[in-house]
């Protein structure tokens, strides 16, 4: 995969001298639609505690919310246009826990989703500041996503001796497809001709992803970024 | 190149930072909960105690319950000896297999859940252990050491009364069953006092019973030592049973119990009447009138204490009874004048009956007797038998050890006998024949003349001195008659009084007074004075007897056609006073000796009448 990706850079360096490249990194905020998992994990609680399968106090004290997220994008420009490779990283879960004076029960849902696509920003307003160039620009992303889940699930008894005795579940592990494509609008900062400075939002739809029985894991949601990168 | 190999860099490092940003949440999600308080929990195995010895005889399942306090029960587990034997849950199953009869240990570990909702109460990890430790001992109950020696007594009251051998081991009580002849057990008595070893069984009275009795062995939960023992008793029959007749429709039973135990004896009539029987052994009761035959009694033998009123849930006998009959059953009986007794015969055989009709002396006769055969004595004392082929047979006395001659006749022939003659007629030719009666010499015939004539009685009557003689002639399809009655001095007959076309039937010399004849006739009798020839009386009634002994008179009141019963009357000996009056049934006959009242062979004696 790394042979694949450093072949692509240099193709697209030597498409032309005038070209400049760019790579980002941004941090960002996410949430996800995850309305599939929501309901399972709530179904699977109330089944769990009236079953005697979960302890009778437990609860969801998390249920797949809005996480911090992370895209590294390599891109070239030429003009108003610039197109390249992306990667981001999404995670979220679900967490079941329950602790008194005897121990703690735990079990959490993860899922993580791997993205990796191209995209296209146009950059339709340039500004120049002194020495600097403020641009803005609408951004469209298609990817594919690798998205996985897996389950961790952990017993704690506190013994009479102080002495702990814990137990793990079995870990399940699910890996889907999907994929998505997903639209922004951004605005890019260039300091001193290389530095970067870059903040979009936008959102991301995604497909596929199905674990069975009409579940699947949909990483939709609403992307806000902030990032820096060097040009070139 | 190098600028765009540190960017590579740089996005690898990137990427491994990504990984290390997976979500993740520190919410435990903590509840105060308090902690579980100490309980009571028990068990209760069959109702044993702990660290006592528990008796097994077989392979047994211990059941048991425990005392929980609501907990739910995680788990039991069941040691013996140490090793594990399972966890059921109810029961605690031991195969005589797995021990000998030493003593075992036997544990119970009993785990419960806390309940409180706790994490480590979710995880089954807190709970409550109880520990309860037994001893068990396997019990050989069949064998002979361990069999409980059951006998019978009887108590203060009579009642039966079963004792058994202390038992080997410690009992906590003993029960005690009855067993019928079909094999039903029923519980008759619970004795929780261990060291009384008896038992009274007030319901016993007779009969097959077999009786078991089982001595529970503390501490087990169904190990007893048994023991067994059928009722020794005396078999009750017919022997046991009399009926003596008190009247005419009266009598008592006599019941002589063999078996000591206190019982009620309900009688129930032919006609349904109930009597019982609770003290004594007598019980009187209604029967029909006399004379009876084969009547039918039902017994029911109850136990004392049981009310009559149940006497169809026991066992009942049959026992039939007749008035008082003549031994033998004579088809055909008279008077011995000589000796004051009674004579007769059946088909074979020859009674002789005392004055109270016992019979005190038989012979067998070495020819047979008909249905119409007549026996007759001789005022003399000699003994006149008929027999089937209508020989007349003279013995010296009523002991027939001598038989004089044989006289034969014919077998229309009538023949009577008086002090030493015996009078015969010939209804085929019409005669009348006088013989001596102990040599047989036809002393003379007196010939009557007219025709054959087969519907009619044609017979001699003679008085028991021998001096008057009299022949009645009684056509049975006119049921009139001519009679002659004769005095007869020698060989010459002087005709003293004749009748004809009269309805006389019957012609009868009065024993205790020689000169007096009672003329028969329809519905009245005359007493006639043979001297005067005088009627002395005539009375209203069918004659039927003077008694011999006492000189009483018997006659049988007129009565309607059809009717069920025959009224009597007993008169003085001066035909004046009436002695007794009374019904019997409806049999023909009826006469009497020495004041016994008798209607073919069943007799009955009058004061029995008189006074029941």
């Given amino acids: ?232 | 190149m190098k600028q765009y190999t540190n960017s590579i860099y740089l996005i690898s490092l990137f990427c491994l930072f990504f990984f290390s940003c997976e979500w993740d949440n520190n919410d435990k999600n903590y509840i105060e909960l308090e902690k579980p308080q100490d309980i009571t929990m028990g068990i209760d195995l069959a109702g044993v105690r702990e660290d006592e010895v528990i008796y097994i005889y077989n392979n047994t399942n211990l059941f048991y319950s425990l005392s929980t306090q609501g907990k739910a029960l995680l788990q039991v587990n069941l040691y013996l000896d140490g090793n594990s034997i399972g966890s059921d849950i109810s029961k605690i199953h031991l195969s005589v297999n797995q021990i000998n009869d030493e003593e075992h240990d036997l544990k119970v570990v009993i785990v419960l859940r806390s309940g409180s909702g706790s994490v480590a109460d979710f995880a089954n990890l807190e709970q409550y252990i109880g520990e309860y430790n037994f001893k068990i001992k396997f019990v050989d109950q069949n064998s002979t050491e361990n069999r409980l020696k059951v006998s019978q007594t009887i108590d203060e009251n009579n009642y039966l009364k079963l004792t058994w051998d202390e038992p080997t081991l410690p009992v906590d009580r003993y029960d005690v069953y009855s067993k019928t002849w079909n094999g039903d057990e029923k519980l008759i008595g619970t004795i929780n006092d261990p060291t009384q070893n008896w038992c009274v069984d007030k319901n016993y009275v007779y009969g097959f019973q077999q009786y078991r009795v089982a001595a529970h062995v503390s501490n087990s939960s169904d190990v007893y030592l048994e023991g067994f023992h059928t009722v020794e008793y005396t078999t009750i029959n017919e022997d046991n049973f009399k009926v003596e007749i008190q009247g005419l429709n009266k009598a008592e039973l006599l019941f002589n119990n063999p078996n000591p135990y206190p019982f009620c004896l309900v009688v129930k009539d032919k006609l349904g009447n109930i009597y019982k029987m609770r003290d004594g052994n007598r019980v009187s009761f209604s029967k029909s009138l006399f004379p009876v035959y084969n009547e039918l009694l039902r017994l029911y033998l109850l136990p004392a204490n049981n009310e009559e009123a149940d006497y169809l849930n026991f066992d009942n006998y049959y026992f039939y009874f007749s008035d008082d009959i003549l031994t033998g059953i004579p088809n055909v009986t008279t008077v011995d004048v000589v000796k004051k007794q009674l004579i007769g015969s059946n088909f074979s055989s020859f009674y002789v009956y005392d004055k109270n009709l016992n019979a005190i002396n038989n012979a067998t006769i070495h020819y047979n007797l008909s249905t119409g055969s007549q026996i007759n004595s001789l005022t003399n004392g000699l003994v006149a038998i008929q027999d089937i082929n209508y020989f007349l047979h003279i013995y010296s006395d009523n002991t027939l050890n001598r038989e004089l001659y044989a006289l034969p006749l014919n077998y229309t022939d009538h023949f009577v006998t008086g002090k030493d003659k015996i009078a015969v007629t010939d209804p085929v030719n019409n005669t009348l024949s006088v013989y001596e009666g102990a040599t047989a010499i036809k002393l003379f015939t007196n010939n009557y003349g007219g025709e054959q004539d087969y519907s009619r009685w044609f017979a001699p009557f003679l008085s028991y001195d021998d001096k008057y003689i009299a022949v009645l002639n009684y056509n049975f399809n006119t049921r009139l008659a001519w009679y002659k009655i004769y005095e007869m001095q020698g060989n010459t007959l002087t005709e003293k009084k004749s009748e004809i076309n009269v309805p006389v039937n019957n012609i009868v010399f009065n024993y205790n007074n020689p000169n007096e004849v009672f003329i028969c006739y329809s519905t009245r009798f005359d007493i006639v004075d043979l001297t005067t020839m005088q009627t002395k009386k005539s009375i209203t009634g069918a004659f039927r007897d003077v008694d011999i002994l006492t000189g009483n008179l018997l006659y049988k009141v007129n009565s309607t056609t059809g009717s069920l019963t025959n009224q009597y009357k007993i008169l003085a000996s001066n035909y004046t006073d009436e002695i007794l009056s009374f019904s019997t049934g409806n049999q023909s006959g009826g006469r009497l000796f020495n004041s016994y009242f008798m209607i073919n062979n069943y007799f009955i004696h009058t004061d029995k009448i008189k006074n029941q």
């Fill in chain 1, 1 to 232: 995969m790394k042979r694949i990706i450093i072949i692509t850079f240099l193709t697209i360096i030597s498409l032309g001298a005038k070209s400049q490249f760019s790579v980002n990194y941004s941090a960002g905020y996410a949430s996800y639609k995850m309305n599939d998992m929501k309901e399972l994990m709530t179904f699977s609680l109330q089944m769990g505690i009236s079953s005697g399968n979960l302890p009778p106090n437990a609860k969801l004290v998390d249920i797949f919310p809005a996480y911090v997220m992370h895209t590294v994008d390599v891109g070239y420009q030429s003009g108003n246009k610039e197109g390249g490779l992306k990667l981001s990283y999404m995670t979220t879960g679900s967490k079941i826990a329950v602790a008194d004076y005897s121990g703690s029960y735990e079990e959490k849902l993860i899922t993580n989703g791997y993205r990796m696509g191209v995209f296209y920003r146009h950059h339709f307003c340039n500004m120049t500041i002194k020495q600097h160039t403020l641009s803005f620009f609408a951004e469209l992303s298609p990817a594919l996503t690798i998205a996985t889940m897996k389950t961790k699930s952990k017993l704690e008894i506190n013994k009479s001796d102080n002495t702990t005795l814990t137990e793990k579940g079995e870990e399940i592990n699910q890996k889907k497809t999907g994929y998505s494509i997903q639209p922004l609008a951004g605005a890019r900062f260039k300091l001193y001709n290389h530095l970067l400075l870059t903040a979009s939002a936008g959102y991301d739809f995604e497909f596929g992803a199905s674990l069975g029985s009409g579940y699947r894991m949909d990483f939709s949601g609403f992307r806000i970024n902030a990032g820096v990168g060097y040009m070139f």
